[in-house]
T-cell receptor
Framework: DAKTTQPNSMESNEEEPVHLPCNHSTISGTDYIHWYRQLPSQGPEYVIH???SNVNNRMASLAIAEDRKSSTLILHRATLRDAAVYYC?????????????FGQGTRLTINP | GAVVSQHPSWVICKSGTSVKIECRSLDFQATTMFWYRQFPKQSLMLMATSNEGSKATYEQGVEKDKFLINHASLTLSTLTVTSAHPEDSSFYIC??????????????FGPGTRLTVL
């Protein structure tokens, strides 16, 4: 499985934007970039995914570098409920229900 | 989004007993379910992948005779921890996936089951 690298932790203030980086220099052409987050004592939840183009949904935006070797998850206006561990994961588009390989993720702290 | 439930949400048992954890997809049919384990302060580790009606595929290092997985229907998978020991104490999380649907890029995770073995 292709590897991703994320900072161990980040901190931001409430109502400010947060940019969570992810490096995936060995990404292949058929890898989707997925982001999940895990709130304390809960199972992970899907945030967003993309292949080449930037993506937006109600939770966040995903900015993908032109060479696809890195991406950034953007929370436009962080709230205290966004405090979680965020995981950047690569999944091969041709492998359907492929297992997700979780790295260590980034622990995001939001200050009031 | 789709809902996945787990039961029980927490369980405490004595060493040597067996514990069964249920994972249900409540509003969709899951072609594949996954079982993960998470120790404190660590990331999720995949234990096994199960498809309805077939044997589970276990990850390297996971004892299939200790962690019995049954996926009898498209909405239910069970994980049985046999002869549990304190080192099996962990947070067990399932996820469900449905192929061929608009949301087939997502895995839907259950809320987790915290197992404590005394």
């Amino acid at each position: 499985d292709a590897k991703t690298t994320q900072p161990n932790s980040m901190e931001s203030n409430e109502e400010e934007p947060v940019h969570l980086p992810c490096n995936h220099s060995t990404i292949s052409g058929t890898d989707y970039i997925h982001w999940y987050r895990q709130l304390p004592s809960q199972g992970p939840e899907y945030v967003i995914h993309g292949l080449t183009s930037n993506v937006n949904n109600r939770m966040a935006s995903l900015a993908i570098a032109e060479d696809r070797k890195s991406s950034t998850l953007i929370l436009h206006r962080a709230t205290l409920r966004d405090a979680a561990v965020y995981y950047c994961i690569l999944r091969d588009v041709w492998q359907g229900a492929q297992k997700l390989v979780f790295g260590q993720g980034t622990r995001l702290t939001i200050n009031p | 989004g789709a809902v996945v439930s787990q039961h029980p949400s927490w369980v405490i048992c004595k060493s040597g007993t067996s514990v069964k954890i249920e994972c249900r997809s409540l509003d969709f049919q899951a072609t594949t379910m996954f079982w993960y384990r998470q120790f404190p302060k660590q990331s999720l580790m995949l234990m096994a992948t199960s498809n309805e009606g077939s044997k589970a595929t276990y990850e390297q290092g996971v004892e299939k005779d200790k962690f019995l997985i049954n996926h009898a229907s498209l909405t239910l998978s069970t994980l049985t921890v046999t002869s549990a020991h304190p080192e099996d104490s962990s947070f067990y999380i399932c996820s469900a996936y449905s192929a061929g649907t608009p949301s087939d890029n997502e895995q839907f995770f259950g809320p987790g089951t915290r197992l404590t073995v005394l």
